[in-house]
């Protein structure tokens, strides 16, 4: 004998979407219990989605905000469920990319201790001593323009306000200078010319 009886979860979807055309009407108390009604629902979504147990609050919070930013475009006529699990998808797949994007820039650790000499390191010292050296030299080999430019805006880290004044020259020049000077100085310090 079949039943027009809704089950629990299609009663709190129905209580959720009530809320929601409430709150779209201007209700802040019924906002604010969707709002909160709704955390579970997008943890779960985001479970199943893969997201690391450090990162759901992440997801939370991102779904929370577009919630709100398109809090419009919920037709109470529909479930609000529904509607609430596919931005919570949205947002744990733009999480998960998001740290993927961020772990694959991360150094390992055996590839800092072979990247990063320890500050300690005498050798370290000597390398940074002979960098400075080179840098020197090369910086001596630019056209008066381009070394003054370096001098002013690189190396005393004036601004181009004060580097144009105390030189007589304009911003734009400077700009220029400072453009090709660091480009001739990129490509000698890489040995390609």
Same mark, same amino acid.
């Given at each position: 004998?079949?039943?027009?009886?809704? &089950?629990?979860? *299609?009663?709190? =979807?129905?209580?959720?979407?009530?809320?929601? #055309? #409430?709150?779209?009407?201007?209700?802040?108390?019924?906002?604010?219990?969707?709002?909160? =009604?709704?955390? #579970? /629902?997008?943890?779960?979504?985001?479970?199943?989605?893969?997201?690391?147990?450090?990162? @759901?609050?992440?997801?939370?919070? *991102?779904?929370? /905000?577009?919630?709100?930013?398109? %809090?419009?475009?919920?037709?109470?006529?529909?479930?609000? +469920?529904?509607?609430?699990?596919?931005?919570?998808?949205?947002?744990?797949? +733009? $999480? @998960?990319?998001?740290?993927?994007?961020?772990?694959? %820039?991360?150094?390992?650790? *055996?590839?800092?201790?072979?990247?990063?000499? +320890?500050?300690?390191?005498? &050798?370290?010292?000597?390398?940074?001593?002979?960098?400075?050296? %080179?840098?020197? !030299?090369?910086?001596?080999? @630019?056209?008066?323009?381009?070394?003054? #430019?370096?001098?002013?805006?690189?190396?005393? *880290?004036?601004?181009?306000?004060?580097?144009?004044?105390?030189?007589?020259?304009?911003?734009?020049? /400077? !700009? $220029?200078? @400072?453009? %090709?000077?660091?480009?001739?100085?990129?490509?000698?310090?890489?040995? =390609? &010319?």
């Amino acid at each position: 004998m079949p039943t027009d009886t809704p &089950s629990a979860s *299609e009663q709190a =979807d129905q209580q959720r979407s009530a809320w929601m #055309a #409430a709150a779209q009407a201007g209700d802040q108390r019924a906002y604010t219990r969707v709002l909160n =009604d709704s955390v #579970a /629902l997008i943890r779960a979504v985001a479970r199943r989605q893969g997201v690391a147990v450090d990162t @759901l609050d992440d997801v939370v919070q *991102e779904t929370l /905000l577009t919630v709100h930013r398109v %809090r419009h475009t919920f037709d109470p006529m529909r479930s609000y +469920d529904a509607w609430l699990s596919a931005i919570a998808a949205r947002r744990a797949i +733009d $999480v @998960l990319r998001s740290h993927g994007r961020r772990e694959q %820039r991360e150094v390992h650790d *055996e590839f800092a201790f072979d990247m990063h000499a +320890d500050r300690d390191d005498a &050798s370290a010292g000597a390398e940074r001593v002979q960098e400075a050296q %080179r840098l020197r !030299k090369a910086i001596k080999t @630019l056209s008066p323009g381009q070394r003054e #430019a370096v001098e002013q805006l690189g190396l005393k *880290e004036h601004s181009l306000a004060e580097a144009a004044e105390r030189t007589g020259r304009n911003t734009g020049a /400077l !700009k $220029v200078n @400072l453009h %090709r000077a660091l480009k001739t100085l990129r490509d000698r310090l890489n040995g =390609d &010319s």
